[in-house]
């Protein structure tokens, strides 16, 4: 299994920002996908999720409002949109995928087995 992402890349405080995950390497019917980030000297943590096979989303309650997760199956991609980004929003983005999810558990890092390389998101102000 292979988790792509791109997308990330310099922007101005207010700007927005779309990431994409291309999944590669198997079906991913029953997964959960999901966007994680990292920012320097901190814990990853969690930003959103999405059922592959639904429109179940799942959101930081932080970040939501500003940030939009969405799907294309037929790409086999996920994204992450991102609105009126803010300094702290800096980080390392990284998509995860699992196959194995319950109530709960989309919040965890833990819960994740496939992980992509991450992309830089660096917001100036």
């Known amino acids: 299994v292979q988790l792509q992402a791109s997308g990330g890349g310099v922007v101005q405080a207010g700007d927005s920002l779309r990431l994409s995950c291309l999944a590669s390497?198997?079906?991913?019917?029953?997964?959960?996908m999901a966007w994680f980030r990292q920012a320097p000297g901190k814990e990853r943590e969690f930003v959103a999720a999405?059922?592959?096979?639904?429109?179940?989303?799942y959101y930081a309650e932080s970040l939501r409002g500003r940030f939009t997760i969405s799907k294309d199956n037929a790409k086999n991609t996920v994204y992450l949109r991102m609105d009126n980004l803010e300094s702290l929003d800096t980080a390392v983005y990284y998509c995860?995928?699992?196959?194995?999810?319950?109530?709960?558990?989309?919040?965890?890092?833990?819960?994740?087995?496939?992980w992509g390389q991450g992309t830089q998101v660096t917001v100036s102000s």
């Open positions: 390497g198997r079906t991913f019917d029953g997964h959960a």
């Open positions: 999405i059922r592959w096979n639904s429109f179940n989303t």
């Open positions: 995860a995928g699992t196959a194995n999810v319950y109530s709960g558990s989309y919040y965890q890092a833990t819960t994740y087995a496939y």
